[in-house]
């Protein structure tokens, strides 16, 4: 399975639109990019049953925990920070080089995802390499 990239980072805050919890906000806690889901805190909540022997094994309390699970990034859109209704997320080339991320609908930008080359501190100099002259081949 091909591995996707998404839009969306650790940290943002998301809507998720379609499931149990629709309608609801959260922050990303965690992206897979492997499976294409995102877990978001506080939901999509499950509940898992913990036995006394892998308690044991695992150091932990036996009994009922709840868990959150992953969530298809399909399912979920980026909260505007301007209105707090989902929006796309889009990228944009600024005039001194730097790459942003920005949100559709009110166009705020979100955060800068590539740094102008100019902004970077001087990196050392590249060594001269010397190339070696082509042998001829006595036969």
Do not use: C, F, W
């Amino acid at each position: 399975m091909a591995q996707l990239q998404s839009k969306l980072k650790k940290g943002d805050e998301v809507i998720v639109i379609t499931g149990k919890d629709s309608g609801k906000k959260g922050k990303i806690s965690r992206v897979v990019t492997a499976t294409n889901k995102v877990i978001v805190e506080g939901l999509n909540m499950v509940t898992k049953h913990i036995s006394q022997r892998e308690a044991m094994r695992l150091s932990i309390e036996s009994g009922k925990t709840q868990k959150e699970m992953p969530i298809a990034v399909s399912n979920v859109m980026l909260a505007d920070p301007k209105t707090g209704k989902p929006t796309r997320v889009a990228y944009r080339l600024e005039a001194d080089g730097s790459k942003v991320r920005i949100a559709k609908k009110s166009g705020t930008v979100l955060d800068t995802v590539k740094k102008a080359k100019g902004d970077t501190k001087a990196a050392p100099a590249k060594k001269a390499v010397a190339k070696r002259k082509p042998t001829a081949k006595s036969e």
